[in-house]
């Protein structure tokens, strides 16, 4: 997979990608994560990549040839199954976008800034807008990273343990169960017994059990139309 990043602020990236699971999976060749500076794709001294909008208001817009050069550049040199813009009004991302979009091998991520992109950027280039959650951050860097990584851990071989993902909360609707370690006894606090029993058809039960009760009493949203 190769996932390329155009952002105004590359600098807010390289933490994120630089350790970690996502440093892992550059390592063993599974997935490349490049980010590009927009600016280098702008005109003038400036570098100018925001302008005015029309009809007044406050804020900046990010103007639309900058994008289009870096869009078109990279275009140029493969396919890409999807062209992302992070946005507060796109669609949510939850466990199911990140295991569709685990399937993809080549896509872009434009991060939004200031008030936003220029609409006909979203008309012409992007295939899909997605929201990291109903707030405002200051740019899409940080949105881009979250999406990134639950996209990549995904990847078969990313994680030691591959089995570990598909027992991740969401993956099948429901919030993960409590998960222990030793010691078993903490200042009187014990560890279920069933969990060291050793029979894993009764600790499957109790994990199931105990991940709807989480879920009934932290997320009921997500048993809505469901029978559990």
Not at 130 to 144: F, H, Q, R, T
Not at 199 to 218: C, G, L, M, N, Y
């Amino acid at each position: 997979m190769r996932i390329d990043i155009i952002s105004v602020v590359p600098g807010l990236l390289e933490g994120p990608f630089s350790h970690s699971i996502l440093k892992r999976a550059e390592e063993k060749g599974l997935a490349t994560v490049r980010v590009h500076n927009l600016r280098d794709y702008a005109g003038g001294k400036q570098k100018q990549v925001d302008d005015y909008a029309f009809g007044g208001g406050a804020g900046m817009v990010m103007m639309i040839e900058p994008i289009a050069k870096c869009i078109e550049a990279l275009k140029s040199e493969r396919e890409y199954d999807e062209v992302i813009y992070m946005t507060p009004d796109g669609k949510k991302f939850d466990q199911q976008m990140a295991n569709e979009l685990s399937l993809k091998e080549n896509f872009i991520i434009l991060c939004g800034h200031y008030k936003g992109v220029d609409e006909r950027v979203r008309l012409k280039w992007i295939t899909k807008e997605i929201s990291i959650g109903d707030y405002v951050l200051s740019g899409g860097e940080l949105a881009a990273a979250v999406v990134t990584d639950a996209i990549i851990r995904l990847i078969p071989g990313v994680l030691n343990d591959e089995s570990s993902a598909l027992t991740d909360s969401f993956q099948d609707g429901l919030l993960a169960p409590p998960v222990y370690t030793r010691p078993a006894d903490y200042e009187g606090m014990k560890v279920p017994e069933i969990l060291m029993s050793g029979h894993q058809a009764k600790i499957d039960t109790w994990r199931f059990e105990a991940s709807v009760r989480r879920t009934k009493e932290r997320r009921p949203d997500l048993l809505e139309g469901k029978e559990i």
